[in-house]
Structures are given as structure tokens and as C-alpha cells.
């Protein structure tokens, strides 16, 4: 879609005139290490080239309208800056909504209210955070509106995840927000969520691309499963913390774990805890991989992480397994595993460029066979992070 196409749209809607703004935000995929954002530990993201759109412009009071290209059906949503509150309904205009209150609690007020038009091309649930993006992109557009000129990216990607967490009640880490405001073309970022250190790494693949595969299950109570396997981690870390001084489970090596883990007293919080410090140690290994370009082991990496997830974590699915396993069986892939939150969402696979069409059919049919019905897979490129959209 062209931000002509976008422009014309919003005029239709909302009329012509004014200062009319566009800003851009896109979708992100992890390569590796996954739930270890909210411990302390590293990730290993890279923002898409695929995202979400915003045309905007300020009104003189205190209306908030929204529409979206994706929702069409919905039509104008109407709110106001009088209204925000946390929670409060289920609509998807709680993820803009959510961004200007945070900006309100954060001491950078909005006064006056905005028409929005959005418009995504990032599949919906597909686990490539879309809401991230809406967060992002409405955190851009705020700061260049307003002229809150100080904000970096990096404290947007901060706004977004205090949005998440506190008005929208999901509890994530910072990984999503952080790759969707700080993404590089054509790098991975390698981050320690620790201290928000932060360092880009070149993707070279060498013959090979990204091949996205979506598992297309609707994610229902992932939100809730979320929040309980981050409070399982968290109760292991309280036992921990008994018997050595860590400020998180990312602070522990495989070998401190496996001296220690006999403090934690549920069998099940031990498991999400392996997880933890395991993955986060592979993530520090893959990000030398990728460095030193020794791809096989980076793949090696990535199967073993979703291993991981799937025995320690429990969060891959009978979905996602069917995608990773039938990828790993498949010509030409270098590595592949659940990406995201799990609970449904996606597959991220490395696969030789030459082989993309035989997995996409072979893992395509393997999975509708087992499952019932499609997955979608997007070959996919890495792009920039958040910021006003070019003319
Ligand atoms: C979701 C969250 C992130 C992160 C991942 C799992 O995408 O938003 O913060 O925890 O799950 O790695």
C-alpha cells in the first residue's frame, strides 16, 4: 500500500487539510533466545520490512479517532483523552490508546487529541508483534507531533513496554519493543536486557534467507500463560537468590545452574528455570556464531532452543513442534524453531535460498496433514527500526 493510497483514505474519512503526518514502525522476528528477555538474559532480534503505517494529524480538542485498514468492518473508533484508562476494553485501539496515557504518566503530556489511520502488512497474531509495532509507531508519531524532541527510540521502546504491561496487563520484556525502535537493515541486534547494552550484528547468510511460517492457531489464553511461566521464573529466582547473591537468572552459567538448581523446590519452576539460563548462554554462543559466520552452528543453536521451549518451557504446542520438526527434516535448513511468545504465533527457519520452495511445500503439507489446516510462510528481509516515514 502507498502512503498516497494511506493519505487518500485518511482524507476520505476524517476530510482534507491541516498538517497530515506518516510514520512507520515494523514487525520484528527473534532469532534466538526466547522468554529470557524478562530474566535478566540476552535476545537476539531483527526488525522486518514488514510493519505497520500511520497517518495522523492533531485535532483542536480532545477526541481520539482511530481506523484501521485491517479492520475496516469496525469502522471510526472514537475515545478521548478523558477516557484513557487501563484495561478498559478489548478493542485494538487499546495499543495507541495505551501509548498516550504512558506518555501522560511519564511526564511528557498530550493535550490535545489526533485522527489516526493505521494500516499493517505484518500477519495478525502471527507472533511477528503487531501490537509492539502499533505501540511503536504511535510512539513516533507522538514525539514528532508534540515535539518531545529528547525521546529516543530506545525510551519509546521503554514507553511501549510500560503501555504493554500496565494498560494493556500483559507482562513482556522489552525485546519486541526494543528491536521494533532500534532495528538495523540487514542486522540482528544482540541485546542484554539486563542494562539495555546493545550491539549490531550483521546477518550475512550466505545463500541462505529467512523463512517465516506461520502456524496460524488462533493464540487464545497466551496472555495468561505468559504472565504464569514469567511468575514461575520469578519464584525460582526468589529460591535461588537464598543461596547465591543474582539480581537475575540470566546471571547464572549452565554450570552454576545445575550446582544450584537443587534450592528450587517445584519441579516445574527447576524446568522454566533450565530454560532461562540455558537459552541465554546459547544466545551469547549463536551471536558468536553469526559473528565469526559459522552458520551450522547457529542453526544447531536454533534447534536447540526449540527444544527447549518445548520440553523445559512448554510453550511450543503441537503446532509450532509439527513446523520446527518438519523443517528440520527438510532439505536445505540450516535451523529452525518457535519464535515469540509460543502458544501458537510462528516458526523462524534459516533455509538455503535454492531450497525455500521444496520446504515451503514440504513443511506446508506436512502441517496441513497433521493439523487441518494451512500454514502461511513469508520469506522475509530485515529492515529499519520506527521513525517518520519518508515522502
Ligand atoms: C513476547 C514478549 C517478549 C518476549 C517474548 C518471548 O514476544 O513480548 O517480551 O518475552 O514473548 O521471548
Known amino acids: 500500500m502507498k502512503r498516497e493510497e494511506l493519505t487518500a483514505k485518511f482524507e476520505e474519512l476524517f476530510g482534507a487539510g491541516g498538517d497530515i503526518r506518516a510514520y512507520y514502525a515494523p514487525g520484528r522476528v527473534n532469532l534466538i533466545g526466547e522468554h529470557t528477555d524478562y530474566n535478566g538474559g540476552h535476545v537476539f532480534p531483527c526488525a522486518l520490512t514488514i510493519g505497520t503505517y500511520m497517518i495522523a494529524r492533531k485535532r483542536e480538542d480532545r477526541k481520539l479517532r482511530f481506523y484501521s485498514m485491517n479492520f475496516e468492518k469496525l469502522g471510526v473508533a472514537e475515545s478521548s483523552l478523558d477516557e484513557l484508562e487501563p484495561q478498559k476494553h478489548k478493542l485494538w485501539i487499546q495499543y495507541p490508546e495505551g501509548v498516550i496515557w504512558t506518555f501522560g504518566k511519564k511526564g511528557y503530556p498530550v493535550e490535545q487529541g489526533f485522527d489516526i489511520l493505521l494500516y499493517g502488512n505484518i500477519p495478525n497474531g502471527s507472533g511477528l508483534s503487531s501490537s509492539a509495532?502499533?505501540?511503536?509507531?504511535?510512539?513516533?508519531?507522538?514525539?514528532?507531533?508534540?515535539?518531545?524532541?529528547?525521546?529516543?527510540?530506545?525510551?519509546?521502546?521503554?514507553?511501549?513496554?510500560?503501555?504493554?504491561?500496565?494498560?494493556?496487563?500483559?507482562?513482556?520484556?522489552?525485546?519486541?519493543?526494543?528491536?521494533?525502535?532500534?532495528?538495523?537493515?540487514?542486522?540482528?541486534?544482540?541485546?542484554?536486557?539486563?542494562?539495555?547494552?546493545?550491539?549490531?550484528?550483521?546477518?550475512?547468510?550466505?545463500?541462505?534467507?529467512?523463512?517465516?511460517?506461520?502456524?496460524?492457531?488462533?493464540?487464545?489464553?497466551?496472555?495468561?500463560?505468559?504472565?504464569?511461566?514469567r511468575s514461575e521464573c520469578e519464584s525460582a529466582l526468589a529460591e535461588l537468590q537464598k543461596v547465591k547473591k543474582i539480581a537475575s537468572l540470566g546471571d547464572l552459567t549452565e554450570e552454576e545452574f545445575e550446582e544450584l538448581q537443587g534450592a528450587i523446590s517445584n519441579?516445574?519452576?527447576?524446568?522454566?528455570?533450565?530454560?532461562?539460563?540455558?537459552?541465554?548462554?546459547?544466545?551469547?554462543?549463536?551471536c558468536r556464531c553469526l559473528e565469526k559466520n559459522d552458520i551450522e552452528t547457529?542453526?544447531?543453536?536454533?534447534?536447540?532452543?526449540?527444544?527447549?521451549?518445548?520440553?523445559?518451557?512448554?510453550?511450543?504446542?503441537?503446532?509450532?513442534?509439527?513446523?520446527?520438526?518438519?523443517?528440520?527434516n527438510c532439505r536445505g535448513v540450516i535451523g529452525s524453531r518457535m519464535t515469540g511468545a509460543g502458544f501458537g504465533g510462528c516458526t523462524v527457519s534459516i533455509v538455503k535460498t535454492e531450497e525455500i520452495e521444496n520446504f515451503i511445500e514440504e513443511v506446508g503439507r506436512i502441517y496441513e496433514e497433521k493439523i487441518g489446516y494451512k500454514a502461511d510462510f513469508y520469506v522475509v528481509d530485515i529492515g529499519d527500526g520506527a521513525g517518520v516515514l519518508a515522502e
Open 267 to 286: 519441579p516445574i519452576w527447576r524446568k522454566r528455570a533450565k530454560h532461562a539460563v540455558y537459552e541465554n548462554q546459547r544466545t551469547i554462543q549463536a
Open 298 to 328: 547457529f542453526g544447531t543453536l536454533m534447534n536447540a532452543s526449540h527444544v527447549s521451549l518445548r520440553d523445559d518451557y512448554e510453550v511450543t504446542g503441537i503446532e509450532l513442534d509439527t513446523l520446527a520438526e518438519a523443517a528440520w
Open 133 to 229: 509495532s502499533v505501540e511503536l509507531v504511535t510512539g513516533v508519531m507522538l514525539r514528532d507531533m508534540l515535539g518531545f524532541d529528547t525521546l529516543t527510540n530506545i525510551d519509546l521502546s521503554l514507553f511501549g513496554q510500560y503501555s504493554e504491561n500496565h494498560y494493556n496487563g500483559v507482562n513482556c520484556g522489552i525485546m519486541d519493543q526494543f528491536a521494533i525502535g532500534m532495528g538495523k537493515k540487514d542486522h540482528a541486534i544482540f541485546l542484554d536486557t539486563s542494562s539495555l547494552d546493545y550491539r549490531y550484528v550483521p546477518v550475512k547468510l550466505e545463500g541462505a534467507r529467512i523463512v517465516i511460517a506461520c502456524s496460524n492457531k488462533k493464540r487464545g489464553l497466551a496472555d495468561s500463560k505468559y504472565n504464569e511461566r
